[in-house]
């Protein structure tokens, strides 16, 4: 039971560009959620995050909002740069019911081309 | 330096073979968390311990054991290794009171089991 689930495998932007990743889930306690990114041979770092009590945050380049009643999350990088070829993961976290444990996506491959 | 560190980096063992993965940090976390990532899966989560005394089963805990030495040092032992655990293994912290519910992870150790 795949409780969040990222349905892009991969994905390919060109540099300056839009890149848009996507989660869903399903588990109606999640009430906070994050992005990470990973790269090769590296562990994965903390990106970005959100509450269930708003539906955006924006950091930079880097925005994500949430659609609660949808179930969704996506990420958006504006305007995507090369560095930013790694692989992302969403992850989701229920504080009332399982404090700190979070429960991560598949990932997507994201390649950002020159 | 850096803050999560996983020993060894890489492992090649065969299987029926007791391996132990160790983790050690040096950000006065309390929670320690294991998972193991595989292709297409994203990262699973087979321990978590919120202090030394304290030690929890996670999603895909068969055929692994956990040790809490100290704060700062949790290790993961397979007790007779089989080919199926052939996966990337990364090390997280977190301390919710003081980050949220941010994870911060170690370098991740590639395990191959023949």
């Given at each position: 039971?795949?409780?969040?689930?990222?349905?892009?495998?991969?994905?390919?932007?060109?540099?300056?560009?839009?890149?848009?990743?996507?989660?869903?889930?399903?588990?109606?306690?999640?009430d906070?959620?994050?992005?990470?990114?990973?790269?090769?041979?590296?562990?994965?770092?903390f990106?970005?995050?959100?509450?269930?009590?708003?539906d955006?945050?924006?950091?930079?380049?880097?925005?994500?909002?949430?659609?609660?009643?949808?179930?969704?999350?996506?990420?958006?990088?504006?305007?995507?740069?090369?560095?930013?070829?790694?692989?992302?993961?969403?992850?989701?976290?229920?504080?009332?019911?399982?404090?700190?444990?979070?429960?991560?996506?598949?990932?997507?491959?994201?390649?950002?081309?020159? | 330096?850096?803050?999560?560190?996983?020993?060894?980096?890489?492992?090649?063992?065969?299987?029926?073979?007791r391996?132990?993965?160790?983790?050690?940090?040096?950000?006065?976390?309390?929670?320690?968390?294991?998972?193991?990532?595989?292709?297409?899966?994203?990262?699973?989560?087979?321990?978590?311990?919120?202090?030394?005394?304290?030690?929890?089963?996670?999603?895909?805990?068969?055929?692994?054991?956990?040790?809490?030495?100290?704060?700062?040092?949790?290790?993961?032992?397979?007790?007779?290794?089989?080919?199926?655990?052939?996966?990337?293994?990364?090390?997280?912290?977190?301390?919710?009171?003081?980050?949220?519910?941010?994870?911060?992870?170690?370098?991740g150790?590639?395990?191959?089991?023949?």
């Open positions: 039971d795949q409780q969040v689930k990222q349905n892009s495998p991969s994905l390919s932007v060109q540099e300056g560009r839009i890149s848009i990743l996507n989660c869903d889930y399903t588990n109606s306690m999640f906070y959620f994050l992005w990470y990114k990973k790269y090769p041979a590296e562990g994965p770092t990106l970005i995050s959100i509450s269930s009590i708003k955006k945050n924006e950091d930079g380049r880097f925005t994500v909002f949430l659609n609660k009643s949808a179930k969704h999350l996506s990420l958006h990088i504006v305007p995507s740069q090369p560095g930013d070829s790694a692989v992302y993961f969403c992850a989701a976290s229920a504080r009332e019911t399982s404090g700190s444990r979070l429960t991560f996506g598949e990932g997507t491959q994201l390649t950002v081309n020159p | 330096d850096a803050d999560v560190t996983q020993t060894p980096r890489n492992r090649i063992t065969k299987t029926g073979k391996i132990m993965l160790e983790c050690s940090q040096t950000k006065g976390h309390d929670r320690m968390y294991w998972y193991r990532q595989d292709p297409g899966l994203g990262l699973q989560l087979i321990y978590y311990s919120f202090d030394v005394k304290d030690i929890n089963k996670g999603e895909i805990s068969d055929g692994y054991s956990v040790s809490r030495q100290a704060q700062a040092k949790f290790s993961l032992s397979l007790e007779s290794a089989i080919p199926n655990q052939t996966a990337l293994y990364f090390c997280a912290t977190s301390e919710p009171g003081r980050t949220g519910n941010e994870q911060f992870f170690g370098p150790t590639r395990l191959t089991v023949l």
